[in-house]
């Protein structure tokens, strides 16, 4: 088969060096920077075609004649990228965060009869995916809680952070107000807020406050309390936060020396240096998925830990493990015809499919990813 990977940063190198192993697949590689092309064509010999996504028809272009298509593009560009997609009546597995509704492109999915698995990565992506399977398996699910941190092993000063993906991603986290829910009812609150100290074993007390990693949860699961947090290390929440209420995110222009600048934009210059991953440079994932519900009936809490590190082997950061192997194994789902259903499908839908599942974390399992479960009893 052949498939395309649109965008070739840390993960959608780390997508594209996986579907091009053991020739399986003919891999086609898209991305405006040569210099990024260049290096992932020497190391895995895919085809590289240097392209414009934002620009008109450069999609369509790049994306016509291949059969399935993986969006590895910044959030800023994901919703537009993925409806240029479906345009083209293309099957596709994407892992853009970008803030749109990704079911408002459902139609045009189920109309061109293609499948759209979207946040199909670590968190949004498996965190999905694990609560559609308990689902199946609870008589009710009554609380749902996401934990997730990408981070790098060494911690530096100021920041002790790392972006192991797309940084202007990252300031999303930090800006966009954080949805989660309380007793059914949806509440919106600013990003960062509710900081509290999580214990991670392996790591020791991390850091944890809310983030809009819900998502697509909020209308397709009926569960009375849903809540997602970042978690990092102690002490980044607040270096944050005084950048924030300083104004260094503020996206209105102000006149600097005669000059019109967004504070965002100097912001991102700044930071974007400071928070790059040097060649080598270690970093780990952590991440703990808590589900408690009615099961049999009895009360029980499932929960499913992960700590991913860095693998030297490969030279793949953690994060681009997590995130990329979990879009892959999707791909390789599509491709094998498991799962087929047209239209919108965010993880939970797998999870709720028979197979999918087990399909979906043998694959992140072989790769060295792997999620412990336990369960115990609630009064």
């Not at 990024?36 to 994306?63: F, K, P, Q, W, Y």
């Not at 934009?265 to 589900?291: K, N, Y």
Request: glycine letters at 8%; a negative charge.
């Amino acid at each position: 088969m052949r498939v395309v990977v649109l965008g070739a940063g840390l993960v959608g190198g780390a997508i594209a060096r996986d579907l091009s192993r053991g020739g399986e697949f003919e891999v086609t590689l898209v991305d405006s920077s040569q210099e990024a092309l260049a290096r992932l064509a020497r190391e895995t010999g895919v085809i590289t075609v240097r392209a414009d996504l934002s620009a008109d028809g450069e999609v369509r272009r790049v994306v016509e004649g291949q059969d399935l298509v993986v969006g590895a593009v910044p959030g800023h560009m994901g919703f537009a990228t993925l409806r240029r997609v479906l345009e083209c009546a293309q099957p596709v597995v994407d892992i853009s965060f970008f803030p749109e509704d990704p079911f408002a492109l459902d139609a045009l999915a189920r109309e061109k009869a293609v499948p759209a698995v979207v946040d199909c990565g670590i968190a949004p992506g498996c965190s999905n995916l694990i609560l559609g399977r308990v689902e199946t398996e609870f008589d009710a699910v009554e609380r749902f809680l996401c934990l997730v941190g990408g981070l790098p092993v060494v911690r530096t000063w100021p920041w002790e952070y790392k972006a192991a993906f797309s940084p202007a991603d990252v300031l999303e986290e930090y800006t966009r107000p954080a949805r989660y829910v309380v007793a059914g009812r949806v509440v919106t609150v600013p990003a960062l807020s509710e900081a509290e100290l999580v214990e991670f074993p392996g790591l020791g007390t991390l850091e944890a406050f809310n983030t809009d990693g819900l998502r697509t949860l909020l209308s397709t699961v009926k569960a009375p309390f849903m809540q997602e947090k970042t978690m990092r290390y102690p002490g980044h929440i607040e270096s944050i936060r005084v950048l924030r209420e300083s104004g260094f995110f503020a996206t209105e222009p102000i006149e600097v020396a005669n000059v019109k600048v967004r504070p965002l934009d100097l912001t991102s210059r700044l930071l974007f240096p400071l928070w790059h991953l040097a060649e080598g440079e270690e970093d780990l994932t952590a991440m703990r998925v808590s589900i408690e519900g009615v099961q049999a009936g009895l009360r029980v809490r499932r929960s499913f830990e992960m700590l991913d590190r860095y693998d030297p082997a490969t030279r793949t950061t953690s994060m681009a493990r997590t995130t990329g192997y979990t879009c892959t194994a999707a791909v390789r789902m599509l491709a094998s015809g498991v799962y087929r259903r047209p239209g919108i499908s965010p993880p939970e839908f797998l999870g709720r499919e028979p197979g999918c599942y087990e399909f979906v974390m043998a694959e992140l399992a072989r790769r060295g990813v792997v999620f412990r479960e336990t369960t115990e009893a609630l009064e």
